[in-house]
């Protein structure tokens, strides 16, 4: 159980629609982090939630948007997707306050853009 | 900007060999050094962390991790590596704002 948990699985969606991801964070986190995993590559960074807002940004257009909820949890929208956004979305809880411990990722939302 | 590097892109090794996974980073500040593992099909997973004090570290599984601040490395190290093994190995650093991903390295273990 990664404790960390994300929906749905996998979904196909066609270009220039748009995508709502759902992640819900480990007890006991407050902050919520989203990355981007194209094939073959690492991890890059989309943005963090921490109290509701965004506070920190990784080199992604603004169609890419995030809200986060008052019990944590999170959601990734993607608007007017291109074929380039298929990926394997992850997300990662941590705390957000006091000592940095490291993430705990979940199982990621595999996206295909068509 | 934070950067981190991997180099091996993929590795084989045979069962029982050791293994040493090369990672550098390049941000000034606190230094908060993780090794990730995904094993086929599974999420992300933590072997071990590096914030300050004892540049050895030791993880889980067997793994270990060496901090030479001179040569900004974080190097994953372990003696003998076994078939469940085989899985693909991040290095991350940074902070608890953001956290930037090596481009991950492949491990294959042999029989």
């Given at each position: 159980d990664a404790g960390v948990t994300q929906s749905p699985t996998h979904l196909i969606k066609t270009r220039g629609q748009q995508v709502t991801l759902r992640c819900?964070?480990?007890s006991g986190?407050?902050?919520v982090s989203w990355y981007q995993q194209?094939?073959?590559q690492g991890p890059q960074f989309i943005f963090q939630y921490y109290e509701e807002e965004e506070r920190?940004?990784?080199n992604f257009p603004d169609r890419f948007s995030g809200h986060q909820f008052p019990n944590y949890s999170s959601e990734l929208n993607v608007n007017a997707l291109l074929l380039g956004d298929s990926a394997?979305?992850?997300?990662?809880?941590s705390l957000g306050t006091g000592p940095f411990y490291g993430y705990t990722f979940g199982s990621g939302t595999r996206l295909t853009v068509v | 900007a934070q950067s981190v590097s991997q180099h091996n892109h993929h590795v084989i090794l045979s069962e029982a060999a050791s293994l040493e996974l090369g990672c550098n980073y390049s941000y000034g500040g606190t230094v908060n050094l993780f090794w990730y593992v995904q094993y086929p099909g599974q999420h992300l997973q933590l072997l071990l962390k590096y914030f300050s004090g004892d540049?050895?570290?030791k993880g889980i599984k067997g793994f270990e991790a060496e901090f030479i601040k001179s040569k900004f490395s974080f190097n994953l190290r372990k003696?003998?590596?076994?078939?469940?093994?085989t899985a693909e190995y991040f290095c991350l650093g940074g902070?608890?704002?953001?956290?930037t991903f090596g481009s991950g390295t492949q491990l294959t273990v042999l029989p």
């Open positions: 819900s964070p480990k986190h407050d902050t194209a094939l073959g920190q940004r990784g394997l979305y992850l997300c990662a809880s | 540049p050895l570290v003696p003998s590596v076994q078939w469940s093994d902070s608890a704002r953001q956290l």
